[in-house]
């Protein structure tokens, strides 16, 4: 078997950067990715040989653990019967029931493939069901890649979006309004100027693409109130954390306990199992925009891929209360553990949590992470030292620090013990390291 770097040097030659998605490339960390051959349980294994306590998780859908016996059994007996149909079939029913139980306010559902493609579409029902066109986003929420959703922030008070990559044109940026997370003045403003043109406001659940970032309290309630009042819907982007932060994702720990519903929620990773599925989802009167019922166009040739429909309905039938209590006790040591490494190092740092899902920044002690600003004020330098001792101690830790940690039913205490027993030697690492000169 070649080496990582001797399959990345090829890699290289053959795709951007030599990846399909940008932060496998170990950009912001440096060296060279591991080429991942095999996954089990809470464990990968690369080319070499190595094999690491993962804390990737495939990006969130790995909630049960790589390979989970079940899910891989139902998987085969889907593609026993077929890799795809073009058709309709009874397993995009049973996903959508499933779906539908937990989450009640998901009273019509619509199969996709990606999460960009489920808050792509919803964007656009959110705009063909209003008849407007404005749609706000918060700085550091990511919803995918398409156009629209890509504008970046301008700092302090609401700005007409910047286009956030080449490619995207200022007309297309210029319809989504960009505001700082967690302002509350900001968006009552928006409101109070813009109100009867905004189509949608589009929030992730709880932020967790900048790091983790918890709303303050109050903060999801006051979008679901401001755009009920205006006329426009609310999109909730459970994309990472449906049905990993409770059986019935952040909702299940926040509108749920409030008394409040979004008009449309979005879902990916856990929901497809590993495979390519994701959802968007809401309210029935709303949903029946789309098309074949409604005007708003939406269509997928692997949309509902009964391969895909399988690992999902298998993985949630299988992410029983038990699991989440797991999942939710092993990130709790894993989280504790850090902090007290960090300590230990003399490292400055704080730690966002929510539920099972968390991350940590460097220098951020004194003020803590409320928003963009504050994440991307850190001192993000030492992460590639802490990043690469774990590697080393055999812990494979998401390539950014700006990502969450993924723990997964599989993570039993013997994986928990080795990342615990490897956090002291990187948080030293992370105390060394140099800003670039
Ligand atoms: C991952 C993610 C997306 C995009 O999903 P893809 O399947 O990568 O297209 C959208 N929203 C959130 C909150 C995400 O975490």
Redesign the pocket.
């Known amino acids: 078997m070649p080496t990582n770097q001797q399959l990345f040097d090829t890699a290289c030659d053959l795709m951007p950067g030599g990846v399909n998605s940008p932060v496998r490339a170990f950009g912001s960390v440096g060296g060279t990715p591991a080429f991942i051959v095999d996954a089990e349980g809470p464990y990968v294994t690369d080319a070499e040989g190595t094999r690491y306590v993962d804390l990737v998780g495939s ?2 859908p790995a909630l049960l653990g790589h390979r989970h016996p079940e899910v891989t059994a139902a998987v085969h007996r889907a593609v026993d019967h077929g890799l795809g149909f073009g058709a309709s079939h009874p397993d995009e029913t049973r996903l959508a029931q499933l779906v539908r139980t937990r989450v009640p306010g998901a009273e019509m559902i619509r199969m996709v493939s ?4 489920a ?1 792509m579409t919803a964007v656009r029902l959110a705009r063909g069901a209003t008849g407007r066109n404005l749609i706000v986003k918060f700085a550091g929420c ?4 398409s156009d629209g959703l890509l504008a970046a922030a301008g700092s302090g008070v609401a700005t007409m979006g910047l286009p956030g990559s080449a490619g995207v044109t200022e007309a297309q940026a210029s319809e989504t309004i960009v505001l700082e997370y967690n302002d509350a003045a900001a968006l009552e403003q928006i409101f109070a100027e813009h109100g009867d043109s905004i189509a949608a406001v589009i929030t ?1 659940a709880t932020p ?2 900048m790091g983790v970032v918890p709303p303050a309290a109050g903060f999801n309630a006051l979008i679901r109130e401001l755009t009920q009042r205006h006329g426009a819907l609310m999109i909730f ?1 459970e ?2 954390t449906g049905f990993r932060i409770t059986e019935a994702g952040y909702w299940g720990a926040s509108g749920r306990e409030e008394g409040w519903t979004p008009d449309l929620f ?1 879902f ?2 856990v929901i497809g199992g590993g495979l390519p599925t ?1 959802a968007l989802a809401g309210r029935r009167e709303i949903m029946e925009h789309l098309a074949p019922t409604g005007p708003v166009y939406h269509a997928g040739t692997l949309s509902g891929n009964p391969v895909a429909m399988a690992a999902g309905t298998a993985t949630l039938e299988h992410a029983t209360a038990e699991v989440y209590e797991h999942i939710d006790a092993q990130a709790a040591a894993v989280a504790s553990a850090l902090g007290s490494a960090l300590e230990t190092a003399g490292v400055d740092h704080s730690i966002q949590k929510v539920g099972s899902l968390f991350s940590f920044s460097f220098g951020t002690s004194a003020g803590g992470v409320h928003n963009y600003s504050d994440a991307q004020a850190q001192e993000s330098f030492r992460y590639g030292a802490f990043f690469h001792a774990m590697l080393q101690a055999g812990v494979f830790l998401p390539p950014s620090v700006f990502e969450a940690w993924f723990l997964s039913a599989a993570h039993d205490d013997a994986a928990v013990e080795q990342i615990i027993e490897a956090l002291p030697g990187a948080a030293e690492a992370a105390a060394k390291a140099q800003p670039p000169s």
């Open positions: 990006w969130g990606t999460g960009t493609e808050t990511y919803h995918g890649h992730e967790a693409n982007d994309v990472m979005t990916g990773k994701a």
